[in-house]
């Protein structure tokens, strides 16, 4: 028997989103919970994959539909089309995650020529029923042209909301010759044709360039498909006692409790999400409709309880009726993830593990972003609604296009519209904010920068919004022009305005009381993740100050302190004298005067982890980044002949430089090999460690550094350098009379020490996998090369999902790590390991390590908190979450 393909309504529920799409299985949940769903059924995502791989409908899908379709007539007791009595149906996209607007619906599909005249007869056939009729039409073929015969969409781009019947009738002529024009055909009169066409069209825009760039943005899988709903049309365009509207069972701006949400009377929920008609308060429909409002808000309800979530709804009132189109967990910002889900917790809904479970490390990092410092700012020029927090400062760019090109120039951008379409989104990704001159906080546009954390104001309606310029009375803003938009109070401004730190940054810092509803959540969430976590979290840090700010932001150590970032600027100069040194006097000369300094460096840093663990990477610097260059030198001394004169310092240089010079630094001299080559080097830097560790605890301090050895390859580079590290150390105790306890260990970046890891662990007391340098040998590619040339290439090729930088390659690198852990744990049972490469502080990666078993990540300072969530979060995994993505 071959697979089922299509499914009613009343057979399906949420949990069955894989197959029948999240729109699918929840309005399958809300029929079988009895609420007001109009009929329908579901084609699923497994049909569309075997469309997409075949390029046509599977065998036994029609069928089905006919079946299904006929089922629904009888429900309905009307016929798809029928000239007298019309049954019509909406043919609605639904992936099994949440796409707003990035694939295609269409409206009102079986209405023809020859039942427009039924469906006004249907409606009451007065002639607010014709102008109904004709209205629908127009936006059938309106919708139809565009999402199944790729018409332009501004090809249909005249006002229709203040006609009449016969003005309307006029519009569909014309739509019906800008149709003909535009696809060679005139538009299909087979009601059952346009159905199976728009079906088509619903499976194909899965793969739409504006879908894949959402799923790369939101890493959601491109092998998922998305189902189709079929759904009898219900109307809220059928006069003032009709509407559409969204609605959400709390703010999903700020978290608050309470329904919110936006309506329109007399329009089609189209009007709604696409922000073109600014919209009515839920307010407003309380006093409009009474009974809609009690019903509405009843149902929100039941939802929010039978979610145990943020709800968000789609309905349609037709003529006093109240039906329900969509419901799923709702999108919300990042302070409202935090809010809401302590919120369930206090009512009992969910406990801790699950509050965890349903926030982010993503999220919180929008929230440690600055905040505007309005101090002598100017008055906003305009106020729109706070759609999405933030505080953004750019260009000012009118088109999604540009707006991408200028980004991609590493220009900040502000993308102002009058309203957004999912055709934006490459626009809305590259900018810093998005602003529109309309819709409000459950328009397309605010929907899509709250999923992206970008800071959003929509619906600022004193903006006149043209091609490249706005106006707001006499003054103009041209594109390139500086803007600046507050997401958290819809202002707007024109010129930059400066930023201050955000609140909840500066509350983890301090630790003083606060009232504000975020931050009080954050730190309930974030002490949960501390109780749950099995992971250590540990920073990055080279200076006091880092390490002072890693520690106040919950940093249990340092897990990187690179070395070679303490001999930039003035000190370059006694690296380059040292590595180019050409005797044991000069070497040792140089050594004597980077010691102090480098025991000053380990002091301060030594001093602010007091009683946590240090990690010391020694130095590991590519030389051409500590070398004069080779093409100024020869320039400098080819210059200096031409004149007569010979510059007999730049000539010695050269040659010296032209002796060290690497076709492949990053490959060559450096790491361990820089210090078995130049005697002296690690010896002086472990002193350093050791002098400084032992002043520290005669003063009554608890240092604990750790002795790491960058880019080994075989255990015998390990060993020498081990032998040196211990005779340095027990000569300083002998010296100081104190005993420095100092794990030695290494760093594993490059495959063959992966490989060979229980051989390493032989003479390693911990590993830390630097997972940037891993990557890039392990693919075989430069990262600062590579990543300017063909990534994007590759990320269109879907050769990449997201890049191998940004988080763990699992079936490569990651594999390698963990035969690391493995066989180095064989070896060594007792073998301590962490990360601290940059995927240390990536969300998807900390999980990853916490399944591989690894003990700690290390990531920059400001990225703790989130390696702290995200630590509790991989803890906790399984627990019930809901997808807000």
Same mark, same amino acid.
């Given at each position: 028997m071959g697979a089922t393909f299509v499914y009613d309504f009343a057979q399906g529920n949420k949990d069955l989103s894989h197959l029948l799409g999240g729109k699918g299985a929840n309005l399958a949940e809300m029929t079988n919970l009895g609420l007001p769903v109009p009929p329908g059924f579901t084609i699923t995502t497994e049909a569309c994959r075997a469309y997409l791989a075949d390029g046509d409908l599977p065998p036994g899908l029609p069928g089905e539909i006919d079946a299904h379709l006929a089922a629904l007539e009888s429900t309905m007791e009307r016929r798809l089309g029928d000239p007298a009595d019309p049954l019509l149906v909406s043919v609605r996209s639904g992936a099994p995650f949440s796409m707003p607007g990035m694939m295609e619906t269409v409206l009102n599909v079986g209405l023809t020529d020859a039942s427009v005249a039924g469906l006004a007869a249907q409606a009451g056939g007065d002639a607010d029923a014709h102008r109904f009729a004709w209205d629908s039409y127009r936006r059938l073929i309106q919708m139809f042209g565009r999402t199944v015969c790729d018409v332009p969409a501004d090809a249909f781009d005249e006002p229709a909301h203040d006609l009449d019947a016969d003005g309307l009738r006029a519009l569909v002529a014309a739509y019906q010759r800008i149709f003909e024009e535009h696809t060679g055909r005139g538009f299909p009169q087979d009601p059952r044709e346009q159905l199976d066409l728009a079906v088509r069209a619903v499976f194909r825009s899965w793969n739409a360039e504006r879908a894949v760039l959402y799923r790369r943005q939101e890493r959601i899988a491109d092998d998922l498909g998305t189902a189709v709903n079929i759904v009898a049309m219900v109307f809220g365009n059928l006069g003032e006692d009709s509407g559409t509207g969204v609605a959400f069972t709390r703010d999903p701006a700020t978290g608050r409790a309470g329904a919110y949400g936006d309506y329109l009377p007399d329009a089609q929920g189209e009007d709604v999400v696409a922000g073109i008609r600014n919209t009515l308060t839920l307010d407003d429909l309380r006093e409009r409709d009474p009974d809609s409002y009690a019903r509405l808000t009843g149902i929100m309800s039941i939802l929010e309880g039978h979610y145990r979530d943020l709800c968000d709804i789609e309905f349609t009132i037709e003529r006093g009726r109240l039906w329900m189109l969509q419901t799923r967990v709702g999108k919300r910002t990042a302070a409202a993830a935090f809010v809401i889900a302590a919120q369930l917790v206090d009512e009992g809904v969910i406990d801790l593990d699950e509050a965890l479970a349903r926030v982010s490390g993503a999220q919180l990092g929008r929230l440690m972003f600055p905040t505007f410092d309005l101090a002598g700012a100017p008055p906003p020029m305009a106020t729109g609604t706070a759609a999405a927090p933030g505080a953004a400062v750019g260009e000012a760019v009118f088109d999604p296009h540009r707006a991408a090109a200028a980004a991609a120039r590493a220009r900040d951008v502000i993308l102002v519209r009058r309203e957004t379409t999912p055709d934006d989104l490459p626009g809305m990704i590259a900018a810093r904010g998005i602003l529109t001159s309309r819709g409000g906080k459950t328009s397309h546009a605010a929907v899509v920068a709250r999923g992206m954390g970008r800071t959003c104001v929509c619906g600022a309606e004193a903006l006149r919004v043209a091609a490249d310029h706005l106006t707001v009375g006499d003054q103009v803003i041209n594109e390139g022009d500086v803007i600046a938009i507050d997401g958290s109070t819809g202002a707007v401004y024109a010129g930059a305005v400066p930023v201050r730190e955000s609140d909840v940054a500066r509350a983890l810092v301090d630790g003083g009381e606060s009232a504000d509803p975020v931050v009080v959540a954050v730190r309930r969430l974030l002490a949960h993740a501390d109780a749950?976590?099995?992971?250590?979290?540990?920073?990055?840090?080279?200076?006091?100050?880092?390490?002072?700010?890693?520690?106040?932001?919950?940093?249990?150590?340092?897990?990187?302190?690179?070395?070679?970032?303490?001999?930039?600027?003035?000190?370059?100069?006694?690296?380059?004298?040292?590595?180019?040194?050409?005797?044991?006097?000069?070497?040792?000369?140089?050594?004597?005067?980077?010691?102090?300094?480098?025991?000053?460096?380990?002091?301060?840093?030594?001093?602010?982890?007091?009683?946590?663990?240090?990690?010391?990477?020694?130095?590991?610097?590519?030389?051409?980044?500590?070398?004069?260059? /080779?093409?100024?030198?020869?320039?400098?001394?080819?210059?200096?002949?031409?004149?007569?004169?010979?510059?007999?310092?730049?000539?010695?240089? /050269?040659?010296?430089?032209?002796?060290?010079?690497?076709?492949?630094?990053?490959?060559?001299?450096?790491?361990?090999?820089?210090?078995?080559?130049?005697?002296?080097?690690?010896?002086?830097?472990?002193?350093?460690?050791?002098?400084?560790?032992?002043?520290?605890?005669?003063?009554?301090?608890?240092?604990?550094?750790?002795?790491?050895?960058?880019?080994?390859?075989?255990?015998?580079?390990?060993?020498?350098?081990?032998?040196?590290?211990?005779?340095?150390?027990?000569?300083?105790?002998?010296?100081?009379?104190?005993?420095?306890?100092?794990?030695?260990?290494?760093?594993?970046?490059?495959?063959?020490?992966?490989?060979?890891?229980?051989?390493?662990?032989?003479?390693?007391?911990?590993?830390?996998?630097?997972?940037?340098?891993?990557?890039?040998?392990?693919?075989?590619?430069?990262?600062?090369?590579?990543?300017?040339?063909?990534?994007?290439?590759?990320?269109?090729?879907?050769?990449?999902?997201?890049?191998?930088?940004?988080?763990?390659?699992?079936?490569?690198?990651?594999?390698?790590?963990?035969?690391?852990?493995?066989?180095?744990?064989?070896?060594?049972?007792?073998?301590?390991?962490?990360?601290?490469?940059?995927?240390g502080g990536d969300p998807d990666s900390i999980h990853f390590f916490h399944e591989v078993g690894v003990d700690y990540v290390s990531c920059s300072p400001f990225r703790v908190p989130v390696a702290r969530l995200e630590a509790g979060r991989a803890a906790v995994a399984g627990v019930g979450t809901s997808d807000t993505r």
């Open positions: 749950r976590r099995r992971l250590g979290v540990r920073a990055n840090a080279d200076t006091g100050p880092d390490a002072d700010r890693a520690r106040q932001l919950g940093a249990e150590g340092i897990g990187l302190c690179r070395t070679e970032h303490m001999f930039l600027g003035e000190r370059r100069t006694l690296v380059e004298r040292l590595v180019l040194a050409v005797d044991d006097d000069v070497r040792a000369s140089v050594l004597a005067e980077l010691l102090p300094l480098q025991r000053d460096d380990f002091a301060g840093i030594l001093r602010a982890m007091d009683g946590l663990p240090v990690t010391i990477r020694l130095l590991d610097p590519p030389l051409h980044e500590f070398l004069p260059s /080779l093409e100024d030198l020869a320039v400098r001394v080819a210059v200096a002949a031409e004149r007569g004169g010979r510059d007999g310092h730049d000539a010695e240089l /050269l040659a010296a430089v032209r002796r060290m010079h690497e076709q492949n630094p990053m490959l060559g001299l450096r790491g361990v090999r820089l210090g078995l080559v130049v005697p002296g080097l690690f010896a002086m830097q472990v002193r350093a460690v050791a002098e400084a560790a032992a002043s520290l605890a005669a003063a009554g301090g608890h240092p604990r550094p750790e002795i790491m050895v960058p880019l080994v390859g075989a255990v015998q580079e390990l060993e020498a350098v081990r032998a040196e590290v211990t005779d340095v150390l027990r000569l300083v105790a002998k010296e100081t009379g104190v005993e420095v306890d100092a794990a030695i260990g290494t760093m594993i970046e490059v495959p063959r020490a992966a490989l060979t890891a229980g051989d390493i662990a032989g003479a390693a007391e911990f590993f830390s996998f630097g997972t940037n340098d891993l990557t890039q040998m392990g693919w075989g590619f430069s990262r600062d090369d590579v990543e300017a040339s063909f990534f994007t290439k590759y990320l269109d090729l879907g050769i990449f999902g997201v890049s191998p930088f940004e988080s763990i390659d699992r079936d490569g690198v990651g594999r390698l790590i963990r035969i690391a852990v493995d066989e180095g744990r064989a070896a060594r049972p007792d073998l301590h390991i962490g990360v601290c490469g940059e995927h």
